[in-house]
């Protein structure tokens, strides 16, 4: 049986706490490796050797650092096809759907390789007689990210790249369901040219995450995405051929397990049953596989509790009331016997407020909803908990852009299903979705990763005689 360590000081080590985890492969239930988890003295460990390892690398001048993270790119690249049979492998999802993680990480790695135009300072000179001033944007530290089990590449790199781009160290502590690609990341990065020590990984459960947020050693800056609910609003001028396919793509790719994925579809009175019908058509001819069949266009569940969790919430919204129009059941056929696959399942006739209107399922499940007009159809998202993605599909230019407006979340898709922005601009929701003043990737990571210094500066030339004995003020 495969177990997989701890990767600490550049290089990988065995987990010492005789404590581990069970990683299985989603498409057929088997376990595949034991994942050690790291006990608090190994943490420990991992926090004293970046410690030690950050401020040589802080003392590395903004471009060193950048072309560290130029040789990863070229790195990453030449594994790319292997990474993404990996991640695929360890996760579930489609080996397209990996090349697209990892592909969306290293957009992140490009914009962070331009982060020494970000780093620099404000200067006024002679901002009083004789007297310069100017700022400067130094690295926290020791930094840590804490990534989920559904982009097992992305997330890691969202995280690490503008940290270690700013002078930071960084530990990852990757989800210990899908592992093996952030410790490959690593692995690379050491390659690149990353000092030993400066990027360390550990794995583990709650005892290493409370490691992490308790050593006084560490850094806390609080960035958190807390889940969405996110709706896709489709009106009766909406090109339905483009919304049946942002729909598809947003409540079944992945299977369903993204934050950004679309939970909620509210389709104004007019086209609701003709592109409930066509959903439902499209949604029963989507091929579920195992995630590195090429064919397959819809994966497994990452665990039994993960399907498990789809089908009580199914359960419930047809208490609630609502129609199961297609779906809600695990696939038939020997194929789908052992692993954790479900089908693409529609629930109509939902109502605000039920609980597959509110609540986050984290699976191949569409609630829909009825809209009136498009005031309501604004509303609707604009109320609820959640404010981390929504869409619109419309063809009326001026009621798009009054939409983006007005409507309470944080990112807006227009004729576009997953509003996640490119990595020159900030991701993060608002509400419930999010917590913290600065988001994930663009210029918020840089402001997240490093704190501001203001330096006052008058030489000797500009020195007056005599003390002064009131505050200072431009006079």
């Known amino acids: 049986m495969r177990e997989i360590g701890h990767f600490i000081g550049g290089k990988k080590v065995a987990g010492r706490s005789g404590r581990s985890g069970d990683m299985f492969n989603p498409n057929t239930g088997e376990v595949q490796a034991k994942v050690s988890f790291a006990d608090k003295s190994e943490v420990e460990q991992a926090i004293a050797n970046a410690e030690a390892a950050q401020p040589a690398w802080a003392a590395t001048n903004p471009q060193r650092r950048a072309r560290v993270l130029f040789k990863f790119l070229e790195l990453v690249h030449k594994e790319f096809d292997g990474l993404a049979q990996l991640l695929s492998s360890e996760h579930g999802k489609t080996v397209a759907d990996s090349k697209g993680d990892i592909q969306r990480g290293l957009e992140v790695v490009e914009f962070a390789c331009g982060i020494p135009h970000l780093l620099k300072g404000e200067f006024s000179e002679s901002a009083g007689p004789g007297i310069d001033l100017f700022s400067l944007r130094q690295p926290l530290g020791v930094v840590a990210g804490i990534t989920p089990f559904n982009f097992p590449a992305m997330i890691p790199m969202w995280k690490f790249a503008p940290a270690l781009a700013c002078g930071n160290a960084f530990i990852l502590k990757p989800s210990e369901r899908d592992p093996s690609v952030p410790m490959r990341l690593a692995e690379l990065l050491v390659e690149a040219g990353l000092p030993a020590g400066v990027l360390n990984v550990v794995n583990g459960d709650k005892e290493a995450v409370d490691t992490l947020l308790t050593d006084a050693r560490m850094h806390k800056r609080l960035s958190l995405e807390m889940g969405g609910k996110n709706a896709m609003i489709v009106l009766e001028d909406a090109d339905l051929d483009l919304a049946l396919d942002g729909v598809l793509w947003g409540a079944f790719g992945t299977t369903g397990q993204r934050c950004t994925a679309t939970s909620r579809l509210i389709v104004q009175e007019r086209v609701h049953d003709k592109l409930v019908q066509l959903i439902c058509d499209r949604a029963e001819r989507l091929r579920l ?66 609980r597959v209107e509110q609540e986050e399922i984290f699976g191949p499940v569409l609630s829909v909803v009825r809209a009136k007009d498009y005031e309501e159809a604004l509303r609707l998202p604009s109320e609820h908990d959640y404010g981390n993605g929504v869409a619109i599909f419309t063809r009326d230019g001026d009621t798009a852009r009054d939409f983006a407006t007005r409507v309470n979340v944080g990112m807006v898709g227009v004729n576009f299903a997953i509003p996640v922005p490119l990595s020159y601009y900030t991701f993060g929701g608002w509400k419930r979705s999010g917590f913290g003043d600065l988001n994930q990737h663009g210029p918020d990571a840089v402001r ?24 200072p003020t431009m006079k």
């Open 289 to 354: 596989g195992p995630g590195l069949e090429p064919s397959t266009e819809v994966g497994p569940l990452i665990n039994e509790a993960a399907r498990k969790k789809v089908e009580y919430y199914v359960g419930v919204g047809q208490e609630e009331g609502a129609t199961l129009a297609t779906g809600g059941a695990k696939p038939a056929g020997k194929a789908f016997e052992c692993g954790w696959f479900y089908r693409p399942t529609v629930l109509t006739g939902v109502k605000p407020g039920m």
């Open 448 to 471: 997240f990763y490093t704190k501001t210094k203001t330096v006052t500066s008058r030489w000797p030339s500009g020195i007056k005689e005599g003390a002064e004995f009131v505050i």
